[in-house]
């Protein structure tokens, strides 16, 4: 399988490991590493069945690094199905939302590792990677309402899990902003669960340094004019609940008529 560097410099690297599902019947999802010094983080490690080729493509980007950190954007099984493998083969310690602490056990986490899954509180927080502060930041809602991202300050990547995910695409880089919409907007409409929480997470992460936005899902963008783009997109969207009220009703009777 293989490799994408989406960012080099010495001592850091982000690496994109290419998608494992692909032509299979589970979500298509790209699993990501960072790397600094001598310290690694994976993001949204996936499920059992990619579990065994996602660690060794892992161990593989690490090289003489050490796996430091699993990062659970939220709950979903594509992201935290394989969790008992990862601590149990690694010494890293688990982040998930406080939220879910509770329920990523019942995917069958050994009590030997229980004490390595660590909640994120609701306001985020910072995570040190071999020196380099990785900002955990919320997106409550988007989709799930325990929900982070992860912001690299020297790659200047944002990895937005959902946010930003498309669906039935090729490639792995967003090329034509006006085109990739119609990959993205029906995904949105449905999964992003709030207008509001949509806005509030553009007005906060505006105040970031972007120079690419990386989800689990699909295609990234790189550069500040397509990053410009996504979040304008995002601004303009009408999402969610508001877009579902009329669906609250009794179904009829499947006898009626």
């Not at 080729?53 to 394989?82: C, E, M, N, W």
């Not at 991202?149 to 034509?176: M, N």
């Not at 990234?220 to 303009?236: A, H, N, Q, S």
Request: aromatic share 8%; glycine share 10%; net charge negative.
């Amino acid at each position: 399988m293989a490799h994408t560097t989406l960012f080099s410099a010495p001592g850091h690297a982000n690496v994109l490991i290419e998608d494992y599902n692909t032509g299979g019947l589970a979500v298509q999802a790209n699993q990501h590493v960072i790397v600094h010094g001598d310290a690694g983080m994976i993001l949204d490690p996936g499920g059992h069945k990619v579990y065994s080729k996602v660690l060794a493509a892992t161990l593989s980007v690490l090289g003489r690094a050490k796996l430091k950190y699993l990062f659970l954007s939220h709950q979903d099984p594509d992201i935290v199905a394989a969790t008992n493998g990862w601590l149990m083969t690694t010494d890293a310690d688990a982040y998930i939302s406080d939220l879910w602490t509770r329920f990523v056990p019942h995917f069958g986490l050994d009590h030997l590792v229980a004490s390595r899954l660590k909640s994120i509180p609701d306001r985020g927080q910072t995570l040190d990677l071999g020196g380099c502060e990785l900002l955990i930041v919320p997106a409550h809602y988007l989709h799930s309402c325990g929900n982070f991202h992860v912001y690299d300050p020297i790659s200047k990547i944002l990895y937005t899990g959902d946010l930003g995910a498309s669906i039935g695409v090729e490639g792995v880089e967003v090329t034509d902003f006006d085109a990739h919409i119609v990959k993205m907007e029906g995904f949105h409409k449905r999964y992003m669960a709030s207008t509001r929480a949509l806005k509030a997470w553009v007005r906060m992460v505006r105040g970031l340094d972007i120079e690419m936005i990386v989800p689990q899902h699909g295609l990234f963008m790189r550069g500040k004019p397509m990053v410009t783009r996504f979040l304008d997109w995002l601004d303009g969207l009408v999402c969610g609940i508001d877009l579902m009220e009329d669906v609250y009703r009794i179904p009829p009777s499947s006898k009626s008529g």
